[in-house]
């Protein structure tokens, strides 16, 4: 691996983040300015690696929920038996990026009661549009020659979606992916609002208490794991284009 | 045996393809041309049921082809098309072998087959199995293609303009390959083109379309000496159809007894080559060489003139 400038920050944004999240006590002295009478410069009512990874496997499971809806919605619209519900799937798909995810919260509480579930409803449905849109593209972008042979050599409109049209559109999909987990990453912080775990807490706190310092932490953990999320995920799609050979 | 009959294709209020009937002999080359538009694709694709037919029938040795799935029915016959269609995640081994995968063969055998029409298209199977279609040359990538259609060792062979998208160049060694192919497989050829010159030289019957009827289905010589209308006179060729008519013979099969000193074509030339060859020299008569270098006879002027004449 060449050491550029890029991957030495990645590796910096990594050493900062896990020893922060460890040994949160050992940054007091940073954010101690920030605090005004006496207040702790570090957030203490909660373990904010545990904060971390609630936040982290609510927005996961909210986006594999929105890759299987939005794939399978994807693939079903451009069937021909499917092509009618095109206008409205884009509706929905819409609806649920346009609806804003405290909207959401509002509403689902009162049908789900508090904590998580509400939470992962919003991101499930803020999550489709990009994974859908990009499906589509995928798999209408593959070369007509391609399927026209598929077809010609006897294939069945299964064989040809699983073995030629998800293969070839798979580098898109990974894409509409990445760009949901990393929208969610940071929307994911409001659903504390609802108590769901996860670093919304602190900065709930920073902010009931009037402490910069728990804001700051809050945003600042998020934003690096939003970050090195996408810088994950694009070296895993481009690990996938390579060992398919789509570039 | 491929037997049209009476095969038609509506769209709507278009009828595409008018009332064809049609038979292709076994092991022989039947080469549809026309003007784009002229229906000629979609008869191919009605074979294959890539297009299902609103009338008529296709016989395929006899059975009709719609006695089973068509997804099946593809399977047992190749199909290659222009820009050949490879499948770029897949090497070109995975490629070929796409429809003894499908009809679920043993790997033993898959591999070997595979190596075998490697080799047969010229491609060396260490440098190429596991290449990726875009590592290839667009020649390469279009044998790849007819080695991948003729794969499961299909009868039939359907192909739409294979080499539509070639150079010059490469296209006349694909044309070469093909025929050497065909003999070797034994293979019968459906193939659609509008370029006259691979019609006839590819040829053992052409059929020629226009608004979706056939006007004509003929040996390559009777097309030209006798069309059937003045459609056929003009897609064959009005102002160089004696040059034509000479190009389907070989200086070989014209060949008087006898040499002569001078130039010399070889017996495999056509007695179009031979007249190019007179008429580059300036010379009355030119020697024909066997496949050996050694002469076999001879060719005159007045010998060719009476061959381009119907």
């Not at chain 1, 609806?95 to 509480?109: E, N, S």
């Not at chain 1, 409803?121 to 849109?133: D, R, V």
């Not at chain 2, 719609?66 to 593809?74: I, S, V």
């Not at chain 2, 093909?178 to 052409?206: C, K, S, W, Y």
Request: with cysteine.
């Amino acid at each position: 691996m060449r050491l550029t400038f890029t991957t030495l920050l990645r590796v910096a944004a990594v050493v900062l983040l896990l020893a922060f999240l460890f040994f949160p006590r050992a940054f007091a002295p940073l954010f101690a300015p920030l605090t005004q009478y006496g207040a702790p410069p570090i957030y203490d009512q909660g373990n904010l690696l545990q904060l971390a990874l609630a936040q982290l496997a609510t927005v996961c499971c909210a986006a594999a929920a929105s890759t299987l809806v939005a794939v399978g919605l994807g693939v079903l619209v451009t069937r021909p038996a499917g092509a009618q519900f095109l206008p409205l799937s884009r509706t929905l798909v819409n609806i649920g990026q346009t609806f804003p995810p405290v909207a959401v919260l509002a509403v689902t509480v009162p049908l789900v009661g508090f904590g998580e579930k509400p939470t992962l409803i919003a991101l499930f449905a803020y999550g489709l549009l990009p994974i859908f849109e990009n499906t589509l593209t995928g798999l209408r972008s593959c070369p007509p020659g391609v399927l026209e042979a598929a077809h010609g050599m006897g294939m069945s409109a299964r064989q040809r979606l699983l073995q030629v049209e998800l293969p070839l559109a798979m580098p898109l999909i990974l894409e509409g992916i990445r760009l949901s987990l990393v929208i969610n990453v940071g929307t994911a912080t409001i659903g504390s609002t609802v108590a769901a775990k996860g670093l919304g807490e602190v900065i709930i706190a920073g902010l009931l208490s009037n402490n910069t310092a728990f804001i700051l932490q809050g945003g600042l953990v998020t934003g690096l794991m939003a970050i090195l999320l996408y810088d994950l995920l694009a070296a895993v799609e481009r690990r996938v284009c390579r060992t398919a050979h789509l570039e | 045996m491929i037997t049209l009959e009476e095969l038609s294709k509506q769209y709507g209020n278009t009828t595409v393809v008018d009332r064809v009937s049609l038979t292709v002999e076994r092991n022989s080359i039947m080469v549809i041309v026309g003007t784009s538009g002229s229906g000629k694709s979609t008869l191919l694709r009605m074979i294959n049921r890539l297009v299902e037919p609103s009338g008529g029938r296709v016989l395929l040795d006899g059975a009709d082809t719609r006695a089973e799935a068509a997804h099946l029915l593809r399977r047992r016959i190749g199909y290659a098309i222009q820009g050949h269609g490879l499948f770029p995640h897949r090497t070109v081994a995975e490629n070929i072998a796409t429809v003894p995968r499908l009809l679920k063969w043993d790997e033993r055998r898959i591999h070997a087959r595979v190596e075998e029409l490697l080799r047969e298209f010229q491609l060396d199977p260490q440098a190429y199995a596991a290449a990726y279609p875009h590592q290839l040359s667009g020649g390469q990538q279009q044998r790849v293609g007819v080695a991948r259609a003729l794969a499961a060792e299909p009868g039939v062979l359907l192909m739409d303009e294979p080499f539509g998208a070639l150079d010059p160049i490469i296209r006349d060694k694909a044309q070469e390959d093909l025929l050497a192919i065909q003999r070797r497989f034994g293979t019968t050829i459906v193939l659609v083109t509008h370029d006259m010159d691979e019609a006839f030289r590819l040829g053992d019957q052409v059929a020629v379309m226009s608004e979706g009827r056939l006007l004509q289905c003929d040996r390559p010589a009777v097309l030209l000496t006798r069309p059937a209308d003045p459609f056929v006179a003009r897609l064959t060729g009005l102002a160089d159809r004696a040059l034509r008519l000479l190009s389907l013979t070989t200086a070989g099969e014209a060949a008087l007894p006898g040499s002569c000193e001078g130039p010399a074509v070889p017996a495999s030339a056509s007695l179009r080559e031979a007249l190019s060859e007179l008429l580059w020299r300036g010379a009355a008569s030119v020697a024909v060489t066997g496949a050996d270098g050694a002469p076999c006879g001879h060719l005159t002027l007045a010998a060719i003139i009476a061959r381009g004449r119907p």
